[in-house]
């Protein structure tokens, strides 16, 4: 399959899920997934009509993203060191994987230097997965309030990266604990959040049924990543 097959069957899914949840197919972002991809990959991506990416290292982001289309929007959605936080300011137009106080208190640092406000989404841990980074809930909602008052903080929602699993269906409680955390959430700030990230290659249409307004889609659109390289 060709990327302009693969990218017109994910957008035709896209459609269907929106359909079959009763959304408006627009309401939902594709962010294609490029770590391990060059940069050629990108662009002809891009040439497309793909415009917002994702990476989820900043060594690779900042090797790859310079030899792309300006006109990209990226997203980071890896683990971010704190000593990374001033290079992914600069090369990332949000930072989904926010998991700590402390993590948002050195992008808000940074933020302030570049003289710029920093969109995030708050990553939650949704199964507990000892393995995986992200926010436990409670955790999340007790420190939800700090990171709130951060003036170049913009905290846009939540995201989550579910266990791993062969059948979609499976992730769909995960999805719908990330949808209620994300309401929750906006009770303790007294604002609305718009962004949910949930759903990747095996799981985006159930994602999109429970709410996702970012998917994210690597595997599906580029093919499979060599497995030395996987992140
Ligand atoms: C790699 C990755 C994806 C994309 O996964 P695929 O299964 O290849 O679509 C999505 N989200 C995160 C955080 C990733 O690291």
Same mark, same amino acid.
């Given at each position: 399959?060709?990327?302009?097959?693969?990218?017109d069957?994910?957008q035709q899914?896209? %459609?269907?899920?929106? *359909?079959?949840a009763? %959304?408006?197919?627009?309401?939902?972002?594709?962010?294609?997934?490029?770590?391990?991809?060059?940069p050629?990959?990108?662009?002809?991506?891009?040439?497309?009509g793909?415009?917002?990416?994702g990476e989820?290292?900043?060594?690779e982001?900042?090797?790859?993203?310079?030899?792309?289309?300006?006109?990209?929007?990226?997203?980071?959605?890896?683990?971010?060191?704190s000593?990374?936080?001033?290079?992914?300011?600069?090369?990332?137009?949000?930072?989904?994987?926010v998991?700590?106080?402390?993590?948002?208190q050195?992008?808000?640092?940074?933020?302030?230097a570049?003289?710029?406000?920093?969109p995030i989404?708050?990553?939650?841990n949704?199964?507990?997965e000892?393995?995986?980074?992200?926010?436990?809930?409670?955790?999340?909602?007790?420190e939800l309030?700090?990171?709130?008052?951060?003036?170049r903080?913009?905290i846009?929602?939540?995201?989550?990266?579910p266990?791993?699993?062969?059948?979609?269906?499976?992730?769909?409680?995960?999805?719908?604990?990330? *949808?209620?955390?994300?309401?929750?959430?906006?009770?303790?700030?007294?604002?609305?959040?718009?962004?949910?990230?949930?759903?990747m290659?095996?799981?985006?249409e159930?994602a999109?049924e429970?709410?996702a307004t970012?998917?994210?889609v690597?595997t599906?659109?580029?093919?499979e990543?060599?497995?030395? *390289?996987?992140?």
């Open positions: 399959m060709s990327l302009a097959e693969n990218l069957s994910i899914r896209i %459609r269907a899920a929106c *359909q079959r009763g %959304r408006e197919p627009n309401s939902v972002a594709l962010l294609a997934v490029a770590k391990t991809h060059p050629e990959a990108v662009s002809a991506a891009a040439d497309l793909l415009l917002l990416f989820n290292k900043v060594q982001a900042r090797a790859k993203i310079p030899l792309c289309p300006g006109r990209l929007r990226w997203h980071f959605i890896g683990h971010l060191q000593n990374k936080c001033r290079e992914a300011v600069e090369l990332f137009a949000m930072i989904e994987s998991d700590s106080l402390a993590l948002a050195e992008i808000n640092k940074r933020a302030e570049a003289a710029r406000t920093m989404l708050l990553e939650v949704v199964a507990g000892a393995s995986k980074f992200g926010y436990q809930p409670e955790r999340l909602l007790a309030k700090a990171i709130n008052a951060l003036p903080i913009e846009h929602g939540l995201m989550a990266v266990p791993w699993t062969p059948v979609a269906e499976s992730s769909r409680p995960h999805f719908r604990r990330l *949808q209620e955390l994300k309401e929750r959430a906006e009770a303790v700030v007294g604002a609305p959040m718009p962004h949910l990230s949930m759903g290659s095996g799981d985006f159930v999109i429970e709410g970012i998917v994210r690597g599906a659109l580029f093919g990543r060599k497995w030395s *390289q996987k992140a």
